[in-house]
């Protein structure tokens, strides 16, 4: 596996091994899939390590997957090529910042709400979705309340609930994760 920190790295397990118990039932080595420019290059390094994908192996699954998380989607039910297309054209593999707000969005969102972003946007998927790490909603409300223009004297702004002002923005699409608060505009 590879020590990047957006580095997603799976198993490619194929049901036909998987249900003979043969060699490759524990499926192939990791992959990094920032590694590979195409599917068509994974194939073939499925291919170098045994797997008979005109035959045998023709039916792939996500055996094992590191650096997404696990609530987001049933990753053993979902086609490897598909992952690794969608991942692809979202950018995420190459773009730190676009691995980031994926992370951040597949804690509060399914993976499907992640793949009909990037199938209707493509590498823009990301435009309508802020990210605001290490905010609370007390940290939020005070944004906002300057972002507003209001002015409350100095002498009694210690009064004012800036976290109940923050989690009244809990139904404009801001969401809790774990580092912080997500806006989801689309």
């Known amino acids: 596996m590879s020590n990047a920190v ?10 036909g091994s998987y249900n003979e118990c043969n060699e490759r039932a524990l499926g192939s080595r990791w992959f990094d899939l920032s590694d590979f420019d195409d599917w068509d290059d994974i ?16 039916e792939l699954f996500i055996q094992d997957i590191d650096n ?7 990753w053993d039910y979902m ?10 054209e979202a950018d995420v593999l190459d773009d730190t910042y676009k691995y980031d707000i994926m992370m951040a969005y597949l804690e509060v969102m399914s993976y499907n709400d992640f793949k009909r972003l ?10 309508d979705i802020n ?28 009064y004012f609930d800036f976290k ?11 969401h809790e994760y774990s580092d912080g608060l997500i806006e989801i505009l689309r």
């Open 6 to 15: 957006n580095a997603i790295s799976i198993v490619i397990g194929s049901w």
């Open 43 to 58: 194939e073939e390094e499925l291919k170098k390590q045994g797997f008979e994908l005109d035959g045998m192996d023709e």
């Open 68 to 74: 997404l998380p696990c609530s987001a989607c049933t």
């Open 79 to 88: 086609s490897p090529e598909e992952l690794f297309n969608t991942l692809k």
């Open 118 to 127: 990037v199938d209707n946007y493509g590498h823009r998927w990301c435009e």
């Open 131 to 158: 990210i605001y790490k290490g905010f609370d909603w007390e940290d939020y409300g005070r944004e906002m309340f300057d972002l507003m223009g209001y002015e409350i004297p100095e002498s009694i702004l210690d």
């Open 164 to 174: 109940a002002y923050g989690e009244s923005f809990q139904y404009d699409n801001i």
